[in-house]
């Protein structure tokens, strides 16, 4: 069955460290891979996405994610994060065919550390 | 400007008494779905539209109707609301065709609360 795998519920980093959120998918075939962000009281917004091409993509507010075909992961990566960063996020998957729903992950939310 | 609108923004109805949360987009898109989001369970779909009458369940759709009539709309219904679909709902749209589902655009949210 398809499925997507966030395994972080929540997770608290430092204001200027790195940040690494998990995403693993079980599907058939290469899918195509999006990361969304939701801050506060707000709708989701996308950050990036995977369609084909370079396995590393990048995306607004910084952002980068690395799809590995091997690992059957798309792991969403940031440098420096901000307080600005603080939000849920969610890893979500779609397949190359017709007739196909996106899935999403339950998400991780993200706390900022002062 | 292209959009996913979603009315009413928040709505706080009583037990059994029928109601329809509007959806709509202005980009042509095939793909429209309905999720909500409730703490610790993240998005879960409810129903979700390949295209005009062509609608499907998605994970969780007791108690909910949906129809596509038209391209751009995509009503909720919930024809006996109960406290357990007390929840924020979120409508997405997204193209669908051959090559696949690409990324969704969603509304901004319906807070619904049934007492």
């Known amino acids: 069955a398809q499925s997507v795998t966030q395994p972080d519920i929540h997770i608290t980093v430092s204001e200027g460290a790195s940040l690494e959120l998990r995403c693993n998918y079980s599907?058939?075939?290469?899918?195509?891979l999006f990361w969304y962000v939701q801050s506060p009281g707000q709708g989701l917004q996308l950050l990036l996405k995977?369609?084909?091409?370079?396995?590393l993509v990048q995306g607004i507010k910084g952002f980068e994610a690395e799809f590995k075909r091997s690992q059957s992961s798309f792991n969403l990566r940031k440098p420096s994060v901000h307080w600005s960063d603080a939000a849920e996020y969610f890893c979500?998957?779609?397949?190359?065919?017709?007739?196909?729903?996106?899935?999403f992950g339950s998400g991780t939310r993200l706390s900022i550390r002062p | 400007e292209a959009q996913v609108t979603q009315n009413p923004r928040y709505l706080i109805t009583v037990t059994g008494k029928k109601l329809t949360v509007t959806c709509s987009q202005n980009?042509?898109?095939?793909?429209m779905s309905w999720y909500r989001q409730d703490p610790g369970l993240g998005l879960r779909q409810i129903y979700y539209?390949?295209?005009?009458?062509?609608?499907d369940k998605g994970d969780v759709p007791e108690g909910y109707k949906v129809s596509r009539k038209e391209k751009r709309n995509f009503p909720l219904i919930l024809e006996s609301p109960s406290p357990n679909q007390t929840s924020l709902y979120f409508c997405?749209?997204?193209?669908?065709?051959?090559?696949?589902?690409?990324?969704?655009?969603f509304g901004p949210g319906t807070r619904l609360t049934v007492t």
């Open positions: 997405a749209s997204s193209f669908s065709g051959l090559g696949g589902t690409y990324e969704q655009y």
């Open positions: 599907y058939g075939a290469t899918p195509y």
């Open positions: 995977y369609f084909s091409g370079d396995t």
């Open positions: 979500a998957v779609g397949a190359r065919s017709s007739a196909s729903k996106i899935i």
């Open positions: 980009m042509n898109h095939e793909y």
């Open positions: 539209s390949m295209n005009v009458e062509v609608t």
